[in-house]
């Protein structure tokens, strides 16, 4: 799985944040996770401590908000959230759907003192 690499690169941006800011300890992390991303945020925490271990960071809460899968369709012009990756319109069933969200993955704010 890719989530060490992804709770790397989280943390390299909470302590690039917390030293421009001349922060002397990061206390929380707001991420954005999107259901498409495959990523599992148990495992990501585990790789938390390890990764901040030593830094600003070391301690800090990481809070998961996690973004449904979200698609829309040209026809209905309408947004529906999509069930077990069907991307089928519910309402007319036409499949060239376009998918809006759930792909996300972002580091959203960043709590410092
Ligand atoms: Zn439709």
């Known amino acids: ?45 585990f790789y938390w401590d390890m990764v901040t271990k030593d830094t600003i960071a070391q301690g800090a809460e990481l ?3 996690k973004v449904p899968v979200v698609a829309h369709c040209p026809a209905c012009e309408d947004d529906f959230e999509v069930v077990e990756y069907d991307l089928t319109c519910p309402r007319c069933g036409r499949t060239e759907t376009e998918l809006i969200s759930g792909r996300e993955f972002m580091v959203e704010s960043i ?3």
Request: glycine letters at 8%; hydrophobic letters at 40%; a negative charge.
């Open 1 to 45: 799985m890719h989530e060490l690499g992804v709770t790397e690169s989280i943390a390299s941006i909470c302590l690039k944040h917390a030293q421009g800011n001349n922060a002397k300890r990061v206390l929380k992390v707001n991420v954005k996770l999107g259901e498409l991303t495959g990523i599992v945020d148990h495992y990501v925490a």
């Open 63 to 65: 809070n998961f908000t």
């Open 111 to 113: 709590e410092i003192e």
